[in-house]
């Protein structure tokens, strides 16, 4: 028995949830996501929450039950709250700049870094060392950050990079004469 499978999802007053086509799909004050629906799991949308089951008994079915769970779960946080990752950077001379839909980079490569923001995403730099990411759906924003923190990752003797917040970067002691 999956113990996150179990428990149905709360729908929050302002989100709408409707299952067609084999595709649910959630529409609340942020705006709207959309889920295709696994034919083992069986989706019940039951007043103020979305219950999900087994289909039937196989392997496949209960391998699926809480990932599916949790995937409408995100729908409901993503429409209602939205989802926001947050990057520090560090280093000399490194900065970021956001300038309407372009994230300009300087990581001490011989050229500025230009990335494009994906439809869909916000990204600030409340100052030139911070970069946040937001939107609504987990999965882009994390695909993002992740895409961002790939052009410089931080290493282990000074630190420098780009880092999550709240990252725990593991320290190397320098060569020893």
């Not at 799909?25 to 007043?47: C, F, H, M, N, Q």
């Not at 995937?71 to 709250?81: M, Y």
């Not at 995403?121 to 993002?144: A, C, L, M, R, Y």
């Amino acid at each position: 028995m999956s113990r996150i499978g179990k428990r149905p999802v709360a729908i929050p007053s302002g989100v709408s949830a409707e299952i067609a086509d084999g595709v649910l799909t959630v529409k609340g004050p942020k705006g709207a996501l959309t889920l295709s629906l696994r034919d083992e799991i069986a989706y019940k949308v039951e007043g103020e929450s979305i219950s999900v089951l087994p289909a039937n008994d196989s392997k496949q079915a209960r391998a699926f039950w809480g990932m599916q769970r949790t995937l409408v779960d995100n729908l409901v946080t993503g429409v209602t709250q939205g989802y926001t990752k947050t990057l520090e950077i560090t280093g000399v001379g490194y900065r970021a700049n956001a300038q309407g839909k372009n994230l300009k980079l300087q990581l001490g490569y011989s050229h500025d870094v230009d990335f494009a923001v994906p439809e869909g995403i916000e990204i600030k730099t409340p100052d030139n060392t911070t970069i946040e990411i937001s939107g609504i759906d987990k999965q882009k924003v994390g695909q993002v950050a992740a895409e961002i923190r790939r052009w410089r990752k931080p290493e282990p003797y000074k630190g420098k990079g780009i880092k999550y917040r709240g990252e725990y970067i593991f320290r190397k002691e320098g060569k020893k004469k």
